[in-house]
């Protein structure tokens, strides 16, 4: 069945540090993938996504680049804020379907 | 900007006891979706609904569970005899349909079975 990967957090940076969340998946077709964010206390919010392979979703000055050759979907900022703190969850849905599968997702501390 | 709400946000019951999640999508999208989130767990997918009837639904959505949409702006999720494995955070989520898969969530309810 399908599955998503994430890196076991919480991950802690400096702020204006780089971050990457590594992401991998197993699906069968070419799923669209997805990550969310979490902030306290609210729900799941869209970060950006990517529907085939090659395509870069960004927002917000993170991005990640669908790459089917590996299985990955990895999450990169380049200068993280205090304000980024939060929960990331990678996901995906597999062609035909529209539920999605989620990561176990990774916390985030920006420190200032 | 347009949100998916949901009430409550806390729900306490006792074990056995029927409960009713509801949930105010998008108005003008098409697919809904409840998910849960059990403490320290995976988000996990519950069911979809689409033109008032499941579209899709997961091996956690058994017969203690029910989705409605009882008018045009509601959409339900009734557990009909809560056990304590239920206390989790449910989402609910909405999507415009058609082409599109993005969904977007509400801020969840937390139920609490004691």
């Known amino acids: 069945g399908d599955s998503v990967t994430q890196m076991e957090g919480p991950v802690t940076l400096s702020e204006e540090a780089f971050l990457t969340i590594n992401c991998t998946y197993t699906?069968?077709?070419?799923?669209?993938l997805f990550w969310y964010v979490q902030y306290p206390g609210e729900g799941l919010q869209l970060l950006l996504k990517?529907?085939?392979?090659?395509d870069k979703g960004s927002n917000k000055g993170f991005e990640a680049t669908y790459r089917k050759e590996t299985t990955s979907f990895h999450l990169e900022k380049g200068s993280v804020q205090v304000s980024d703190s939060a929960v990331y969850f990678c996901?995906?849905?597999?062609?035909?379907?529209?539920?999605?599968?989620f990561g176990s997702g990774t916390r985030l501390q920006v420190q200032p | 900007e347009p949100e998916v709400t949901q009430t409550p946000s806390h729900q306490v019951t006792q074990m056995g006891q029927e409960v009713i999640l509801r949930c105010v999508p998008i108005s003008n999208h098409l697919y809904f979706y409840w998910y849960r989130q059990i403490l320290g767990q995976k988000v996990e997918f519950l069911v979809s609904?689409?033109?008032?009837?499941?579209?899709?639904k997961s091996e956690i959505f058994d017969d203690q569970f029910s989705v409605e949409r009882p008018d045009g702006s509601n959409f339900t999720l009734k557990i009909r005899s809560t056990k304590l494995e239920d206390s989790a955070m449910y989402f609910c989520?909405?999507?415009?349909?058609?082409?599109?898969?993005?969904?977007?969530f509400g801020p969840g309810t937390r139920l609490t079975v004691l």
């Open positions: 996901a995906l849905s597999s062609t035909g379907r529209r539920a999605l599968t």
């Open positions: 989520a909405s999507s415009e349909g058609l082409g599109s898969n993005e969904q977007f």
């Open positions: 609904f689409y033109n008032n009837e499941i579209s899709e």
């Open positions: 699906a069968t077709g070419y799923p669209s």
């Open positions: 990517a529907t085939k392979a090659d």
